[in-house]
């Protein structure tokens, strides 16, 4: 999504994104590069039919989104960002919900592809600002059982979830929830997309404030964050290490 102008692809050239919306999304200027405006009147949306590495891989697989975005309105309705979610089909969902007392960003996922639940940025409930940019992570880890989202810099908000994961052929969307009318209220987006990348794997946080980069954020090269001195990625795998030890005694000692 990094254009600015012709088609519009992922960065490995895989996936080309099917505009949706007349007039299409536009092209504009993005925190780190390219990023795609949005406007919900015009149900304008990027979208890529379903395939098995967009999917959430059931309860055996832990993967991690991050994005930026800026609003341009935050009143109702809820705008989505990100969105592999149909009529009995809802795997996951990246949003700002506008609903009033719990004005902030969610990360929606099922067990069955229908009841819904969520992890919300509760720091922001009602302090998210429209024309700033925000920068969102959100996945599940397999390891630990728990979905999670991180806004900006702010510590991560988690949900234990030790059950079945739901896996679906929904298409993933970009701007737009539910956009074939078959159910539930459309949620488009008001606002700029930019930096989207899926990875199959839980970021770590320095990971994570790599791409953050205070604020400025960063692209990624080849799919990977932007490297650490060769010193602090050696002390850091050292932690890593010792924190998956200590997670692997805790689940012999049950």
């Known amino acids: 999504m990094n254009e600015l102008s ?17 007039p299409p999304p536009s092209f504009d200027l993005g925190l780190v590069g390219g990023g795609v405006r949005f406007t919900s009147e015009t149900l304008m949306c990027l979208a890529h039919d379903d395939d098995p590495v967009l999917r959430s891989g059931g309860s055996n697989r832990s993967y991690t989104f991050t994005l930026w975005v800026k609003l341009d309105r935050i009143t109702a309705p809820p705008q989505a960002f990100i969105s592999k979610w149909d009529v009995g089909k809802k795997e996951y969902a990246i949003s700002y919900d506008s609903k009033p007392g719990t004005e902030t960003f969610k990360f929606w996922f099922t067990a069955n592809g229908s009841h819904e639940e ?16 925000y920068f969102i992570a959100a996945g599940f880890d397999h390891v630990a059982d728990h979905y999670w989202l ?9 949900k234990g979830w030790p059950h079945v994961i739901f896996e679906g052929d929904a298409p993933l969307m970009v701007g737009i929830l539910r956009p074939d009318g078959s159910g539930g209220a459309l949620q488009g987006l008001d606002g700029v997309v930019d930096a989207v990348y899926y990875f199959h794997h839980t970021l770590a946080d320095w990971e994570m404030d790599q791409l953050y980069n205070n604020g400025l954020g960063a692209e990624c090269n080849d799919t990977h964050p932007p490297a650490l001195p060769l010193e602090t990625r050696v002390s850091l795998l050292e932690e890593q290490m010792a924190d998956h030890e200590a997670r692997l005694q805790v689940l012999e000692g049950q």
């Open 118 to 133: 969520y992890v919300a940025a509760t720091e922001l409930t009602g302090l998210v600002v429209p024309g700033v940019w």
């Open 6 to 22: 012709g088609p519009r692809t992922d960065c490995v050239g895989t996936f080309p994104l099917a505009e949706g919306g007349e």
């Open 150 to 158: 991180r806004v900006d810099d702010m510590p991560k908000r988690f």
